[in-house]
T-cell receptor
Framework: GAVVSQHPSRVICKSGTSVKIECRSL??????MFWYRQFPKKSLMLMAT?????????EQGVEKDKFLINHASLTLSTLTVTSAHPEDSSFYIC?????????????FGNGTRLTVT | SQKIEQNSEALNIQEGKTATLTCNYT??????LQWYRQDPGRGPVFLLL?????KEKRKERLKVTFDTTLKQSLFHITASQPADSATYLC???????????FGAGTRLAVHP
């Protein structure tokens, strides 16, 4: 089955520092990956669509200079939270489609719990 | 405005009963709808997809219905087990933009 690995699972950082989160598709190639953010008891909020070899497409209200996305290969996308602040503390989850069709289900990583102190 | 609504209150049922979860949407015209399961601290796991021209889809103890007139999908788990306890999310496509929009999910607790 399709496996998406996300690392780290938990990270605590100080305010003002940057944190990088990696998302890898282990057994398939993903031309598109999606980054979500989830608050407690809230829905997954799509932050951006990461496209291999091109710039990410950000959702309205998401600061692209704050959340840097790089999709350098067909199996790796990274999200860097720059100059993190306590309000950036959240659960970040990446996902990817194994199939080509838009209705193909998403395969999710297990998320990264970010705590900014 | 566009909304996807799932019952925010937890659903508590007894083992062996059928659990029914509801997903309502407003101002979307999805070509399909998907259901996912999410356990605490984990990413969602895909369960079922149903297309707009399908009334019902089944997979083992799971059944999903899709009523585009009512703008509603129902998700059923028959012969529920404590291991079915989790949060269940519905998701739909935003009309050709290659992205899934999720509801907030309903937490299901199955008691022995």
């Amino acid at each position: 089955g399709a496996v998406v690995s996300q690392h780290p699972s938990r990270v605590i950082c100080k305010s003002g520092t940057s944190v990088k989160i990696e998302c890898r598709s282990l057994d398939f190639q993903a031309t598109t990956m999606f980054w979500y953010r989830q608050f407690p008891k809230k829905s997954l909020m799509l932050m951006a669509t990461s496209n291999e070899g091109s710039k990410a497409t950000y959702e309205q209200g998401v600061e692209k200079d704050k959340f840097l996305i790089n999709h350098a290969s067909l199996t790796l996308s990274t999200l860097t939270v720059t100059s993190a602040h306590p309000e950036d503390s959240s659960f970040y989850i990446c996902s990817a489609r194994m199939g080509q069709g838009e209705e193909s289900p998403l395969h999710f990583g297990n998320g990264t719990r970010l705590t900014v102190t | 405005s566009q909304k996807i609504e799932q019952n925010s209150e937890a659903l508590n049922i007894q083992e062996g009963k059928t659990a029914t979860l509801t997903c309502n949407y407003t101002n979307y015209s999805p070509a399909y709808l998907q259901w996912y399961r999410q356990d605490p601290g984990r990413g969602p796991v895909f369960l079922l997809l149903i297309r707009e021209n399908e009334k019902e889809k089944r997979k083992e103890r799971l059944k999903v219905t899709f009523d585009t007139t009512l703008k509603q999908s129902l998700f059923h788990i028959t012969a529920s087990q404590p291991a079915d306890s989790a949060t269940y999310l519905c998701a739909l496509d935003e009309g050709g933009y290659n992205k899934l929009i999720f509801g907030a999910g309903t937490r299901l607790a199955v008691h022995p």
